[in-house]
């Protein structure tokens, strides 16, 4: 079942059919306090699912040395049954063995005759503080294999030093990454008192529509959120909306490989989200260097297939310097002797990294004037004073810290992109 519901001229999709089942971990190492937070996070995400035997079945496990079936995935038949169930979430202490739960998960849970569903998304989120007294690769292959998805929640001990927690690759981490296979399934939070902020930003990042925050189960689009963003498999698009848009890539010094292929991959995964097509909406793609441009016009391609290939074959390019003469030089594609559709919304999106040294306020004025929408994504240390210059409103400016904060932005330029202009 797909719920649309609308929103501005978008839509959000959320395709929330999917048994899940949280394996917590209530070892004696977490502790009284820190397990009242994951009490708490676990009714936050759940809040925000449209649970029911029909939509979103939810399974809990908690364990240490053994594992308890808390409930199963036909337990609960509905929302608020499963909330009081959480709030009084038993928590015993004991030993850590995460790779015997996920057995467990596997062998008890995972299975039709409690309640797991054919043809439905399999998921496992892993609560734990990742220091299991035994293996947990085999395991969480074993439960992989069987149509699981497998995520993995890493929280650290609130007694470790702050710096352990600021390393970029926490011990911890390496078994986050066991338990879950990916890492873009694993989700780090320094501490427990994080997960009340990662609480905070599900609820406000994109789903603060008609103010009924805890209703929609979408989520933010932050790094260490991949876990929400997936729960609630939030897609936003633009559909029945026709518009025109370009992006202009403007980076000044050359960048490594992988980032520009970071930054291809984001605007691929912009249009993968929208619906193209002649008479819905157009992209185009502009990449700019102090003596060579590639542009892709609003009209060359009008399927997702053929604009994700343009860009894979687009080629890194040497510095550019002048994105003042690059947003000029712009805005002659959105005209219609270029396949421009005037008539229509047009934005121009200049991902940059701020550092323009040539004068970028007239070329943007002079383009705002003709009607077409610039924003700006900031990356690495992007000059704020600059990208307000592009767009003229704070609204219209995002900052990615680094390439691989682009990801995060995704379905928030997709909503901006998507909002009536009026
Ligand atoms: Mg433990």
Redesign the pocket.
């Known amino acids: 079942k797909t719920f649309i519901r609308p929103r501005h001229g978008c839509v959000f999709l959320w395709r929330l059919l999917a048994d899940i089942v949280f394996i917590v971990?209530e070892?004696?190492?977490?502790g009284n306090k820190n397990f009242q937070l994951v009490r708490s996070f676990l009714s936050s995400i759940v809040s925000g699912l449209e649970v029911g035997l029909t939509n979103v079945r939810v399974g809990i496990a908690t364990y240490?040395d053994t594992t308890t079936a808390r409930a199963y995935l036909n337990t609960f038949h509905d929302k608020e049954e499963i909330l009081q169930f959480i709030k009084n979430l038993p928590y015993n202490r004991g030993?850590?063995k995460t790779g015997a739960a996920l057995d467990f998960a596997r062998k008890e849970i995972f299975i039709e005759q409690k309640g797991r569903r054919k043809g439905v998304q399999q998921v496992a989120v892993v609560i734990?503080?990742g220091?299991?007294?035994d293996d947990v690769t085999d395991q969480a292959k074993l439960l992989r294999r069987t149509g699981v998805t497998v995520f993995a929640v890493g929280i650290q001990n609130a007694s470790k030093p702050e710096l352990d927690m600021m390393a970029s690759h926490p011990p911890e981490s390496t078994e986050l990454l066991q338990i879950a296979g990916d890492p873009k399934r694993t989700v780090f939070v320094g501490n427990f008192d994080a997960l009340k902020s990662i609480n905070k930003g599900i609820i406000t990042d994109i789903c603060t529509s008609d103010g009924k925050e805890n209703e929609l189960p979408c989520l933010t689009a932050r790094k260490r959120e991949n876990i929400l963003r997936f729960l609630c498999s939030v897609s936003a698009a633009c559909e029945d909306v026709q518009t025109d848009i370009i992006f202009l890539t403007s980076i000044f010094e050359r960048i490594p490989a992988k980032e520009y292929q970071t930054m291809k991959d984001f605007m691929k995964s912009v249009i993968h989200k929208s619906t193209i097509g002649r008479n819905k909406v157009h992209f185009g793609v502009m990449q700019f260097s102090n003596d060579q441009q590639r542009v892709l016009p609003l009209n060359r391609h009008y399927s997702k297939e053929d604009m994700s290939k343009a860009i894979d074959e687009m080629q890194q390019v040497n510095k550019s310097t002048h994105t003042g003469k690059a947003i000029t030089e712009a805005t002659k594609y959105f005209e219609a002797i270029q396949g421009g559709r005037p008539d229509l919304r047009q934005s121009l999106i200049v991902i940059t990294d701020g550092k323009a040294e040539d004068y970028i306020v007239r070329p943007a004025a002079a383009l705002r004037a003709k009607g077409v929408v610039i924003y700006a994504i900031g990356v690495l240390d992007a000059n704020p004073a600059q990208l307000l210059e592009i767009t003229n409103s704070p609204d219209s400016v995002f900052n990615a810290r680094n390439f691989d904060a682009l990801k995060d932005l995704e379905n928030r330029v997709i909503l901006k992109l998507c909002e009536p202009t009026g």
């Open positions: 971990d070892s004696t190492s977490i240490n030993g850590t734990t503080d220091e299991s007294q």
